[in-house]
């Protein structure tokens, strides 16, 4: 029985992952420069990392909570494919598409120590 429930549990994260994984349609658009694009780049990677080890190793953390750490580096993750992508065209400034998740991402970054 509880074989079942955990392989019911992986199934379901594993969807999830997949869902979280595709953007919604483009709804908003931001200008970035080359050197703002490094730095959201850097700032988004310690991000995710930070929010990874605090799922994997804090045991005080709830499984909601847990869940929602998750999608949001899922869309970070996107913000990153997006970011990726405009640079290898080697412009200067450029500007990206992003859906709602991944705009509200972008501006709670900038808000935090206005690191990108």
Avoid: P
């Amino acid at each position: 029985m509880r074989e079942t429930y955990i392989k019911n549990m992986e199934f379901l994260i594993s969807k999830l992952h997949k869902e979280w994984n595709k953007s919604k349609g483009d709804s908003n658009q931001i200008k970035v420069s080359l050197n703002k694009a490094h730095k959201l780049r850097s700032k988004i990677s310690e991000h995710i990392v930070k929010q990874q080890k605090t799922i994997n190793e804090d045991t005080n953390i709830d499984f909601e909570e847990s869940m929602k750490m998750s999608k949001e580096n899922f869309v970070m993750l996107r913000l990153i494919k997006k970011i990726n992508r405009n640079m290898k065209k080697g412009e200067e400034e450029f500007c990206v598409n992003l859906d709602t998740e991944e705009y509200n991402v972008y501006l709670k970054l900038l808000e935090s120590k206005e690191g990108a």
